[in-house]
């Protein structure tokens, strides 16, 4: 213990108010990532009810969603990045103009919402194709950020990298550091993977350690299970280490009375599970942390 001039611990109490104060400003200087999965609520893989080609027969949802949600953030004051399935630019191109309106950015999510290790390199390369001229034909900028339909890009798709680094893509948010969908030795925060074509930023999503094992803190079950206390806390830990938390919304989520249809045990839980009073939770996390677009983590990452 250090002890000040007149035998008290002035000096440790002095030291213990600095370092929380350089905690806070610490905190403070961290911008976390909001972003958004846009895709309708049947854009489930691998679900032979739900294939491309019945699509335009079921009923879409995805504008009055994504409204409900773009009236959140607006509430919020948060503008975020919103990564588009393709198919969904090309037949809403003004729900689109709405995303840019309010000053969010955009990204790509894929043409055809297919998980890409089920696809070999060409056929990812002009899916990929696809879905930035969809989103150009809609009004976007130029797409440099991309997030692969259910964090399929890990060890059996890492190709797929170089193809987005060929195609000008600067950002990827598709490595999930947890097991079954990605790989809990993949890094936390933002970091540069290299391809034989160039670098890109990888940007991964908040995962948090339970009972042993990482889980999914910020996105689908494992968000909506969680209170919003128990995020915030996750979101803070991460932030006292200098590491932006990424979280990921999808517009079904927010949906009142979400169709629902007969799905496997693992899919009926990672999509239904405690839906209700999601937005409720979700309005508390948004106002206890700050977020922004996922492309203010990855040119931070970059500048490292």
């Known amino acids: 213990m250090l002890i000040g001039p007149n035998g008290s611990g002035e000096f440790n109490q002095q030291s213990a108010i600095d370092n929380q104060q350089f905690t806070d400003q610490l905190i403070a200087a961290v911008l976390n990532s909001l972003t958004v999965d846009v895709?309708?609520?049947?854009?489930?893989?691998?679900?032979?009810?739900?294939?491309?080609?019945?699509?335009?027969?079921?009923?879409?949802r995805v504008e009055q969603t994504t409204?409900?949600?773009?009236?959140?953030?607006?509430?919020?004051?948060?503008?975020?990045?919103?990564?588009?399935?393709?198919?969904?630019?090309?037949?809403?191109?003004?729900?689109?103009?709405?995303?840019?309106?309010?000053?969010h950015d955009v990204g790509s999510h894929s043409f055809w919402h297919?998980?890409?290790?089920?696809?070999?390199?060409?056929?990812?390369?002009?899916?990929?194709?696809?879905?930035?001229?969809?989103?150009?034909?809609?009004?976007?900028?130029?797409?440099?950020?991309?997030?692969?339909?259910?964090?399929s890009i890990n060890h059996r798709s890492e190709w797929a990298l170089e193809v987005?680094?060929?195609?000008?893509?600067?950002?990827?948010?598709?490595?999930a550091?947890?097991?079954?969908?990605?790989?809990?030795?993949?890094?936390?925060?933002?970091?540069?993977?290299?391809?034989?074509?160039?670098?890109?930023?990888?940007v991964p999503p908040l995962v948090a350690d339970r009972f042993g094992h990482a889980m999914p803190m910020g996105w689908g079950w494992g968000l909506r299970m969680?209170?919003?206390?128990?995020?915030?806390?996750?979101?803070?830990?991460?932030?006292?280490?200098?590491?932006?938390?990424?979280?990921?919304i999808h517009p079904w989520e927010l949906d009142p009375d979400p169709p629902r249809v007969p799905l496997p045990l693992g899919l009926r839980f990672a999509h239904y599970f405690r839906l209700d009073g999601f937005p409720g939770r979700l309005r508390t996390i948004l106002?206890?942390?700050?977020?922004?677009?996922?492309?203010?983590?990855?040119?931070?990452?970059?500048?490292d």
């Open 177 to 202: 550091p947890l097991r079954i969908v990605g790989d809990v030795s993949y890094p936390r925060g933002p970091y540069v993977r290299s391809t034989p074509v160039g670098s890109i930023i990888e």
């Open 226 to 248: 969680s209170p919003p206390a128990q995020v915030l806390k996750e979101i803070e830990r991460a932030n006292k280490i200098g590491r932006p938390a990424v979280l990921t």
């Open 114 to 151: 297919r998980r890409v290790y089920d696809l070999d390199r060409a056929t990812f390369a002009d899916d990929l194709r696809a879905s930035v001229t969809a989103l150009g034909a809609a009004g976007t900028p130029a797409i440099t950020a991309f997030r692969a339909p259910e964090w």
């Open 164 to 175: 987005l680094v060929q195609q000008g893509f600067t950002a990827d948010a598709s490595m």
């Open 39 to 60: 895709e309708e609520w049947f854009h489930i893989c691998g679900v032979p009810l739900l294939q491309s080609e019945t699509w335009s027969r079921l009923p879409s």
């Open 287 to 303: 106002r206890g942390a700050s977020f922004g677009p996922l492309q203010a983590a990855a040119s931070r990452a970059g500048s």
């Open 67 to 103: 409204r409900m949600l773009l009236d959140e953030l607006d509430a919020a004051g948060i503008t975020g990045t919103f990564f588009i399935v393709g198919w969904i630019a090309e037949r809403y191109p003004k729900l689109v103009g709405l995303i840019l309106a309010a000053g």
